[in-house]
């Protein structure tokens, strides 16, 4: 379900759209159970919440769609003021650097990096082939690296 459910965040950057999104999702999975003829169940899964995520999305397509961060920083009892600024600092641009790539970066990075899941299965889960899986991730760290580094040059400059 956590996987589930991280994908709907990151593809609608939205976590209460995500909650019922990710419900929606596994509901479906429920009905169509038929439909699963012992491939990776996880892959499965995961395609069926990618592709409720894209019909909500045509469906409701909120003029701004924004970021939740995670409340993290928050329940650390031993952080300090600094660094929970600091951390909220980093969530907050790695957040926005994910959400300036593509879509199709944005999942191959969330599915690879957040969720742990193979070249096979993300190319399960989103139907396209291996290489293609290799090349957007390729391109997708390249174009957050530059996003990242961008952001960070701007921020020093700013404190000078």
């Given amino acids: 379900m956590d996987a589930a459910y991280n994908l709907a965040r990151w593809l609608l950057r939205n976590s209460h759209d995500a909650e019922d999104v990710a419900q929606e999702a596994l509901l479906r999975a429920l009905r169509f159970i038929g439909g699963f003829h012992g491939e990776d169940a996880r892959a499965w899964l995961l395609r069926i919440v990618r592709n409720t995520c894209y019909t909500w999305l045509e469906k409701n397509r909120p003029a701004d769609l924004m970021t939740e961060f995670d409340e993290e920083a ?3 009892t031993t952080a300090t003021p600094e660094t929970l600024a600091i951390a909220a600092g980093d969530r907050e641009r790695l957040a926005a650097a994910l959400g300036g790539l593509s879509p199709r970066f944005r999942e191959v990075l969330v599915l690879r990096e957040i969720e742990g899941c193979s070249y096979r299965e993300i190319a399960q889960i989103i ?3 291996i290489g293609t899986v290799m090349s957007s991730l390729a391109r997708a760290r390249h174009q957050l690296q ?3 580094t961008g952001a960070a040059q701007k921020e020093a400059a700013r404190e000078l």
């Fill in 74 to 76: 928050h329940s650390q």
């Fill in 127 to 129: 139907s396209i082939p």
């Fill in 146 to 148: 530059r996003s990242l």
